[in-house]
């Protein structure tokens, strides 16, 4: 059968159905990102909160945040994934839980990495400031207004729906994807307005710091070679970040470029606008940080460094020592 993304404006069609070894193939395929990803994901919070170093720098904690959030998300829409391709229909009001949730997590990932960004601006163009304005308390009361507004979003199709459907629909069985929950038009128009206002302002918050953030190092004649390469890494997970807003209209595009490929086009635009953003994020703002990746060099590999294991060190060293007492 045909996936329909949990965030998009896919349809189910009964013609075009994948045979068991597609579906069997693409769940694998899902499930092994998903575990990957979050393997990764789960070393990167260990190593925070095993090192204090961490604990009052505004930058790692909305990296961790950034992290857990995406580690939900991986594990719900992989869940809806499976589910639609195993049990087909479940339980509105179960679907709709989950679905709530798995919105909210998409829309949080854009946000936290625009709050990212400005937390970039202040400490390269006005690093004085930096320490008065990016204070901890202040980086989880930005955490939190990021949860208000990615539930503002979701939160007027809940009420829709209360309005509009009548109890027995939350007792029935159904397609547990978006468009099938929240099916009113009045929705459907709410949700294409507040992803263009979300992008807009987004994005022009990343055009705008970004840009004085390249001016700022050009004129410190820092290292500009890396400063480049790691805005364009910046860019370029943004760019799929967004597809969360547009993503409709990409797999539209591709529909209609490829309109008698629904099933991969369908499975293409899931991979692309919900698993590869999440495989980036550990990579952009984990491992190719020093700090960071001195630190969890030795959890990724399932090793600790020879300094906190004795009988990793050589026998010579432990003879000397043995000598000196």
């Known amino acids: 059968m045909n996936f329909s993304s949990v965030n998009g404006t896919s349809t189910v069609t009964g013609n075009q159905r994948d045979t068991f070894i597609t579906a069997v193939t693409k769940n694998v395929i ?5 575990i990957s990803i979050n393997y990764i994901n789960g070393t990167l919070v260990r190593t925070f909160r095993e090192h204090q170093i961490f604990y009052s720098n505004p930058r790692y904690i909305l990296f961790i945040h950034l992290v857990i959030n995406d580690m939900m998300q ?23 839980i989950l679905l709530i949730i798995t919105i909210t997590t998409t829309l949080n990932t854009p946000f936290n990495l625009a709050g990212m960004a400005i937390e970039c601006y202040i400490a390269i ?36 729906l ?45 055009f705008y710091t970004y840009f004085r953030i390249v001016f700022a190092a050009k004129g410190a004649a820092v290292n ?26 990409f797999e539209k595009g ?35 940080d020093n700090t960071f990746r001195r630190h969890v060099g030795r959890y990724l590999l399932c090793k600790w460094s020879m300094s906190n294991h004795p009988e990793s060190v050589p ?11």
């Open 315 to 325: 026998m010579s060293q432990m003879r000397s020592t043995m000598k000196l007492h």
């Open 162 to 206: 209360l309005a509009t459907e009548p109890l027995q629909f939350f007792h029935s069985r159904l397609f547990c994807a978006r468009d099938f929950v929240f099916r009113s038009t009045y929705s459907l128009r709410k949700r294409d307005a507040s992803h263009y206002v979300c992008f807009s302002l987004v994005w022009f918050t990343l």
């Open 224 to 249: 500009i070679t890396k400063a480049r390469n790691t805005i364009l890494l910046h860019s370029f997970q943004m760019l799929l970040c967004m597809l969360t807003y547009v993503g409709p209209m």
């Open 74 to 96: 991986l594990i719900l829409s992989t869940l809806l994934h499976i589910i639609s391709y195993a049990l087909y229909k479940m339980n509105a009001s179960l679907c709709l």
């Open 30 to 34: 899902v499930t092994a990102l998903c």
């Open 254 to 288: 591709l529909l209609y470029v490829l309109p008698n490929q629904s099933p991969a086009v369908r499975f293409t635009s899931y991979v692309i606008v919900q698993i590869l953003p999440r495989f980036v994020s550990p990579i952009v703002y984990g491992l190719r």
């Open 125 to 160: 163009c006005i690093p004085l400031h930096h320490g008065q304005i990016c204070t901890v308390k202040k980086t989880y009361i930005l955490i939190g207004l990021i949860w208000a507004a990615s539930s503002l979003s979701i939160l007027p199709d809940l009420f829709i």
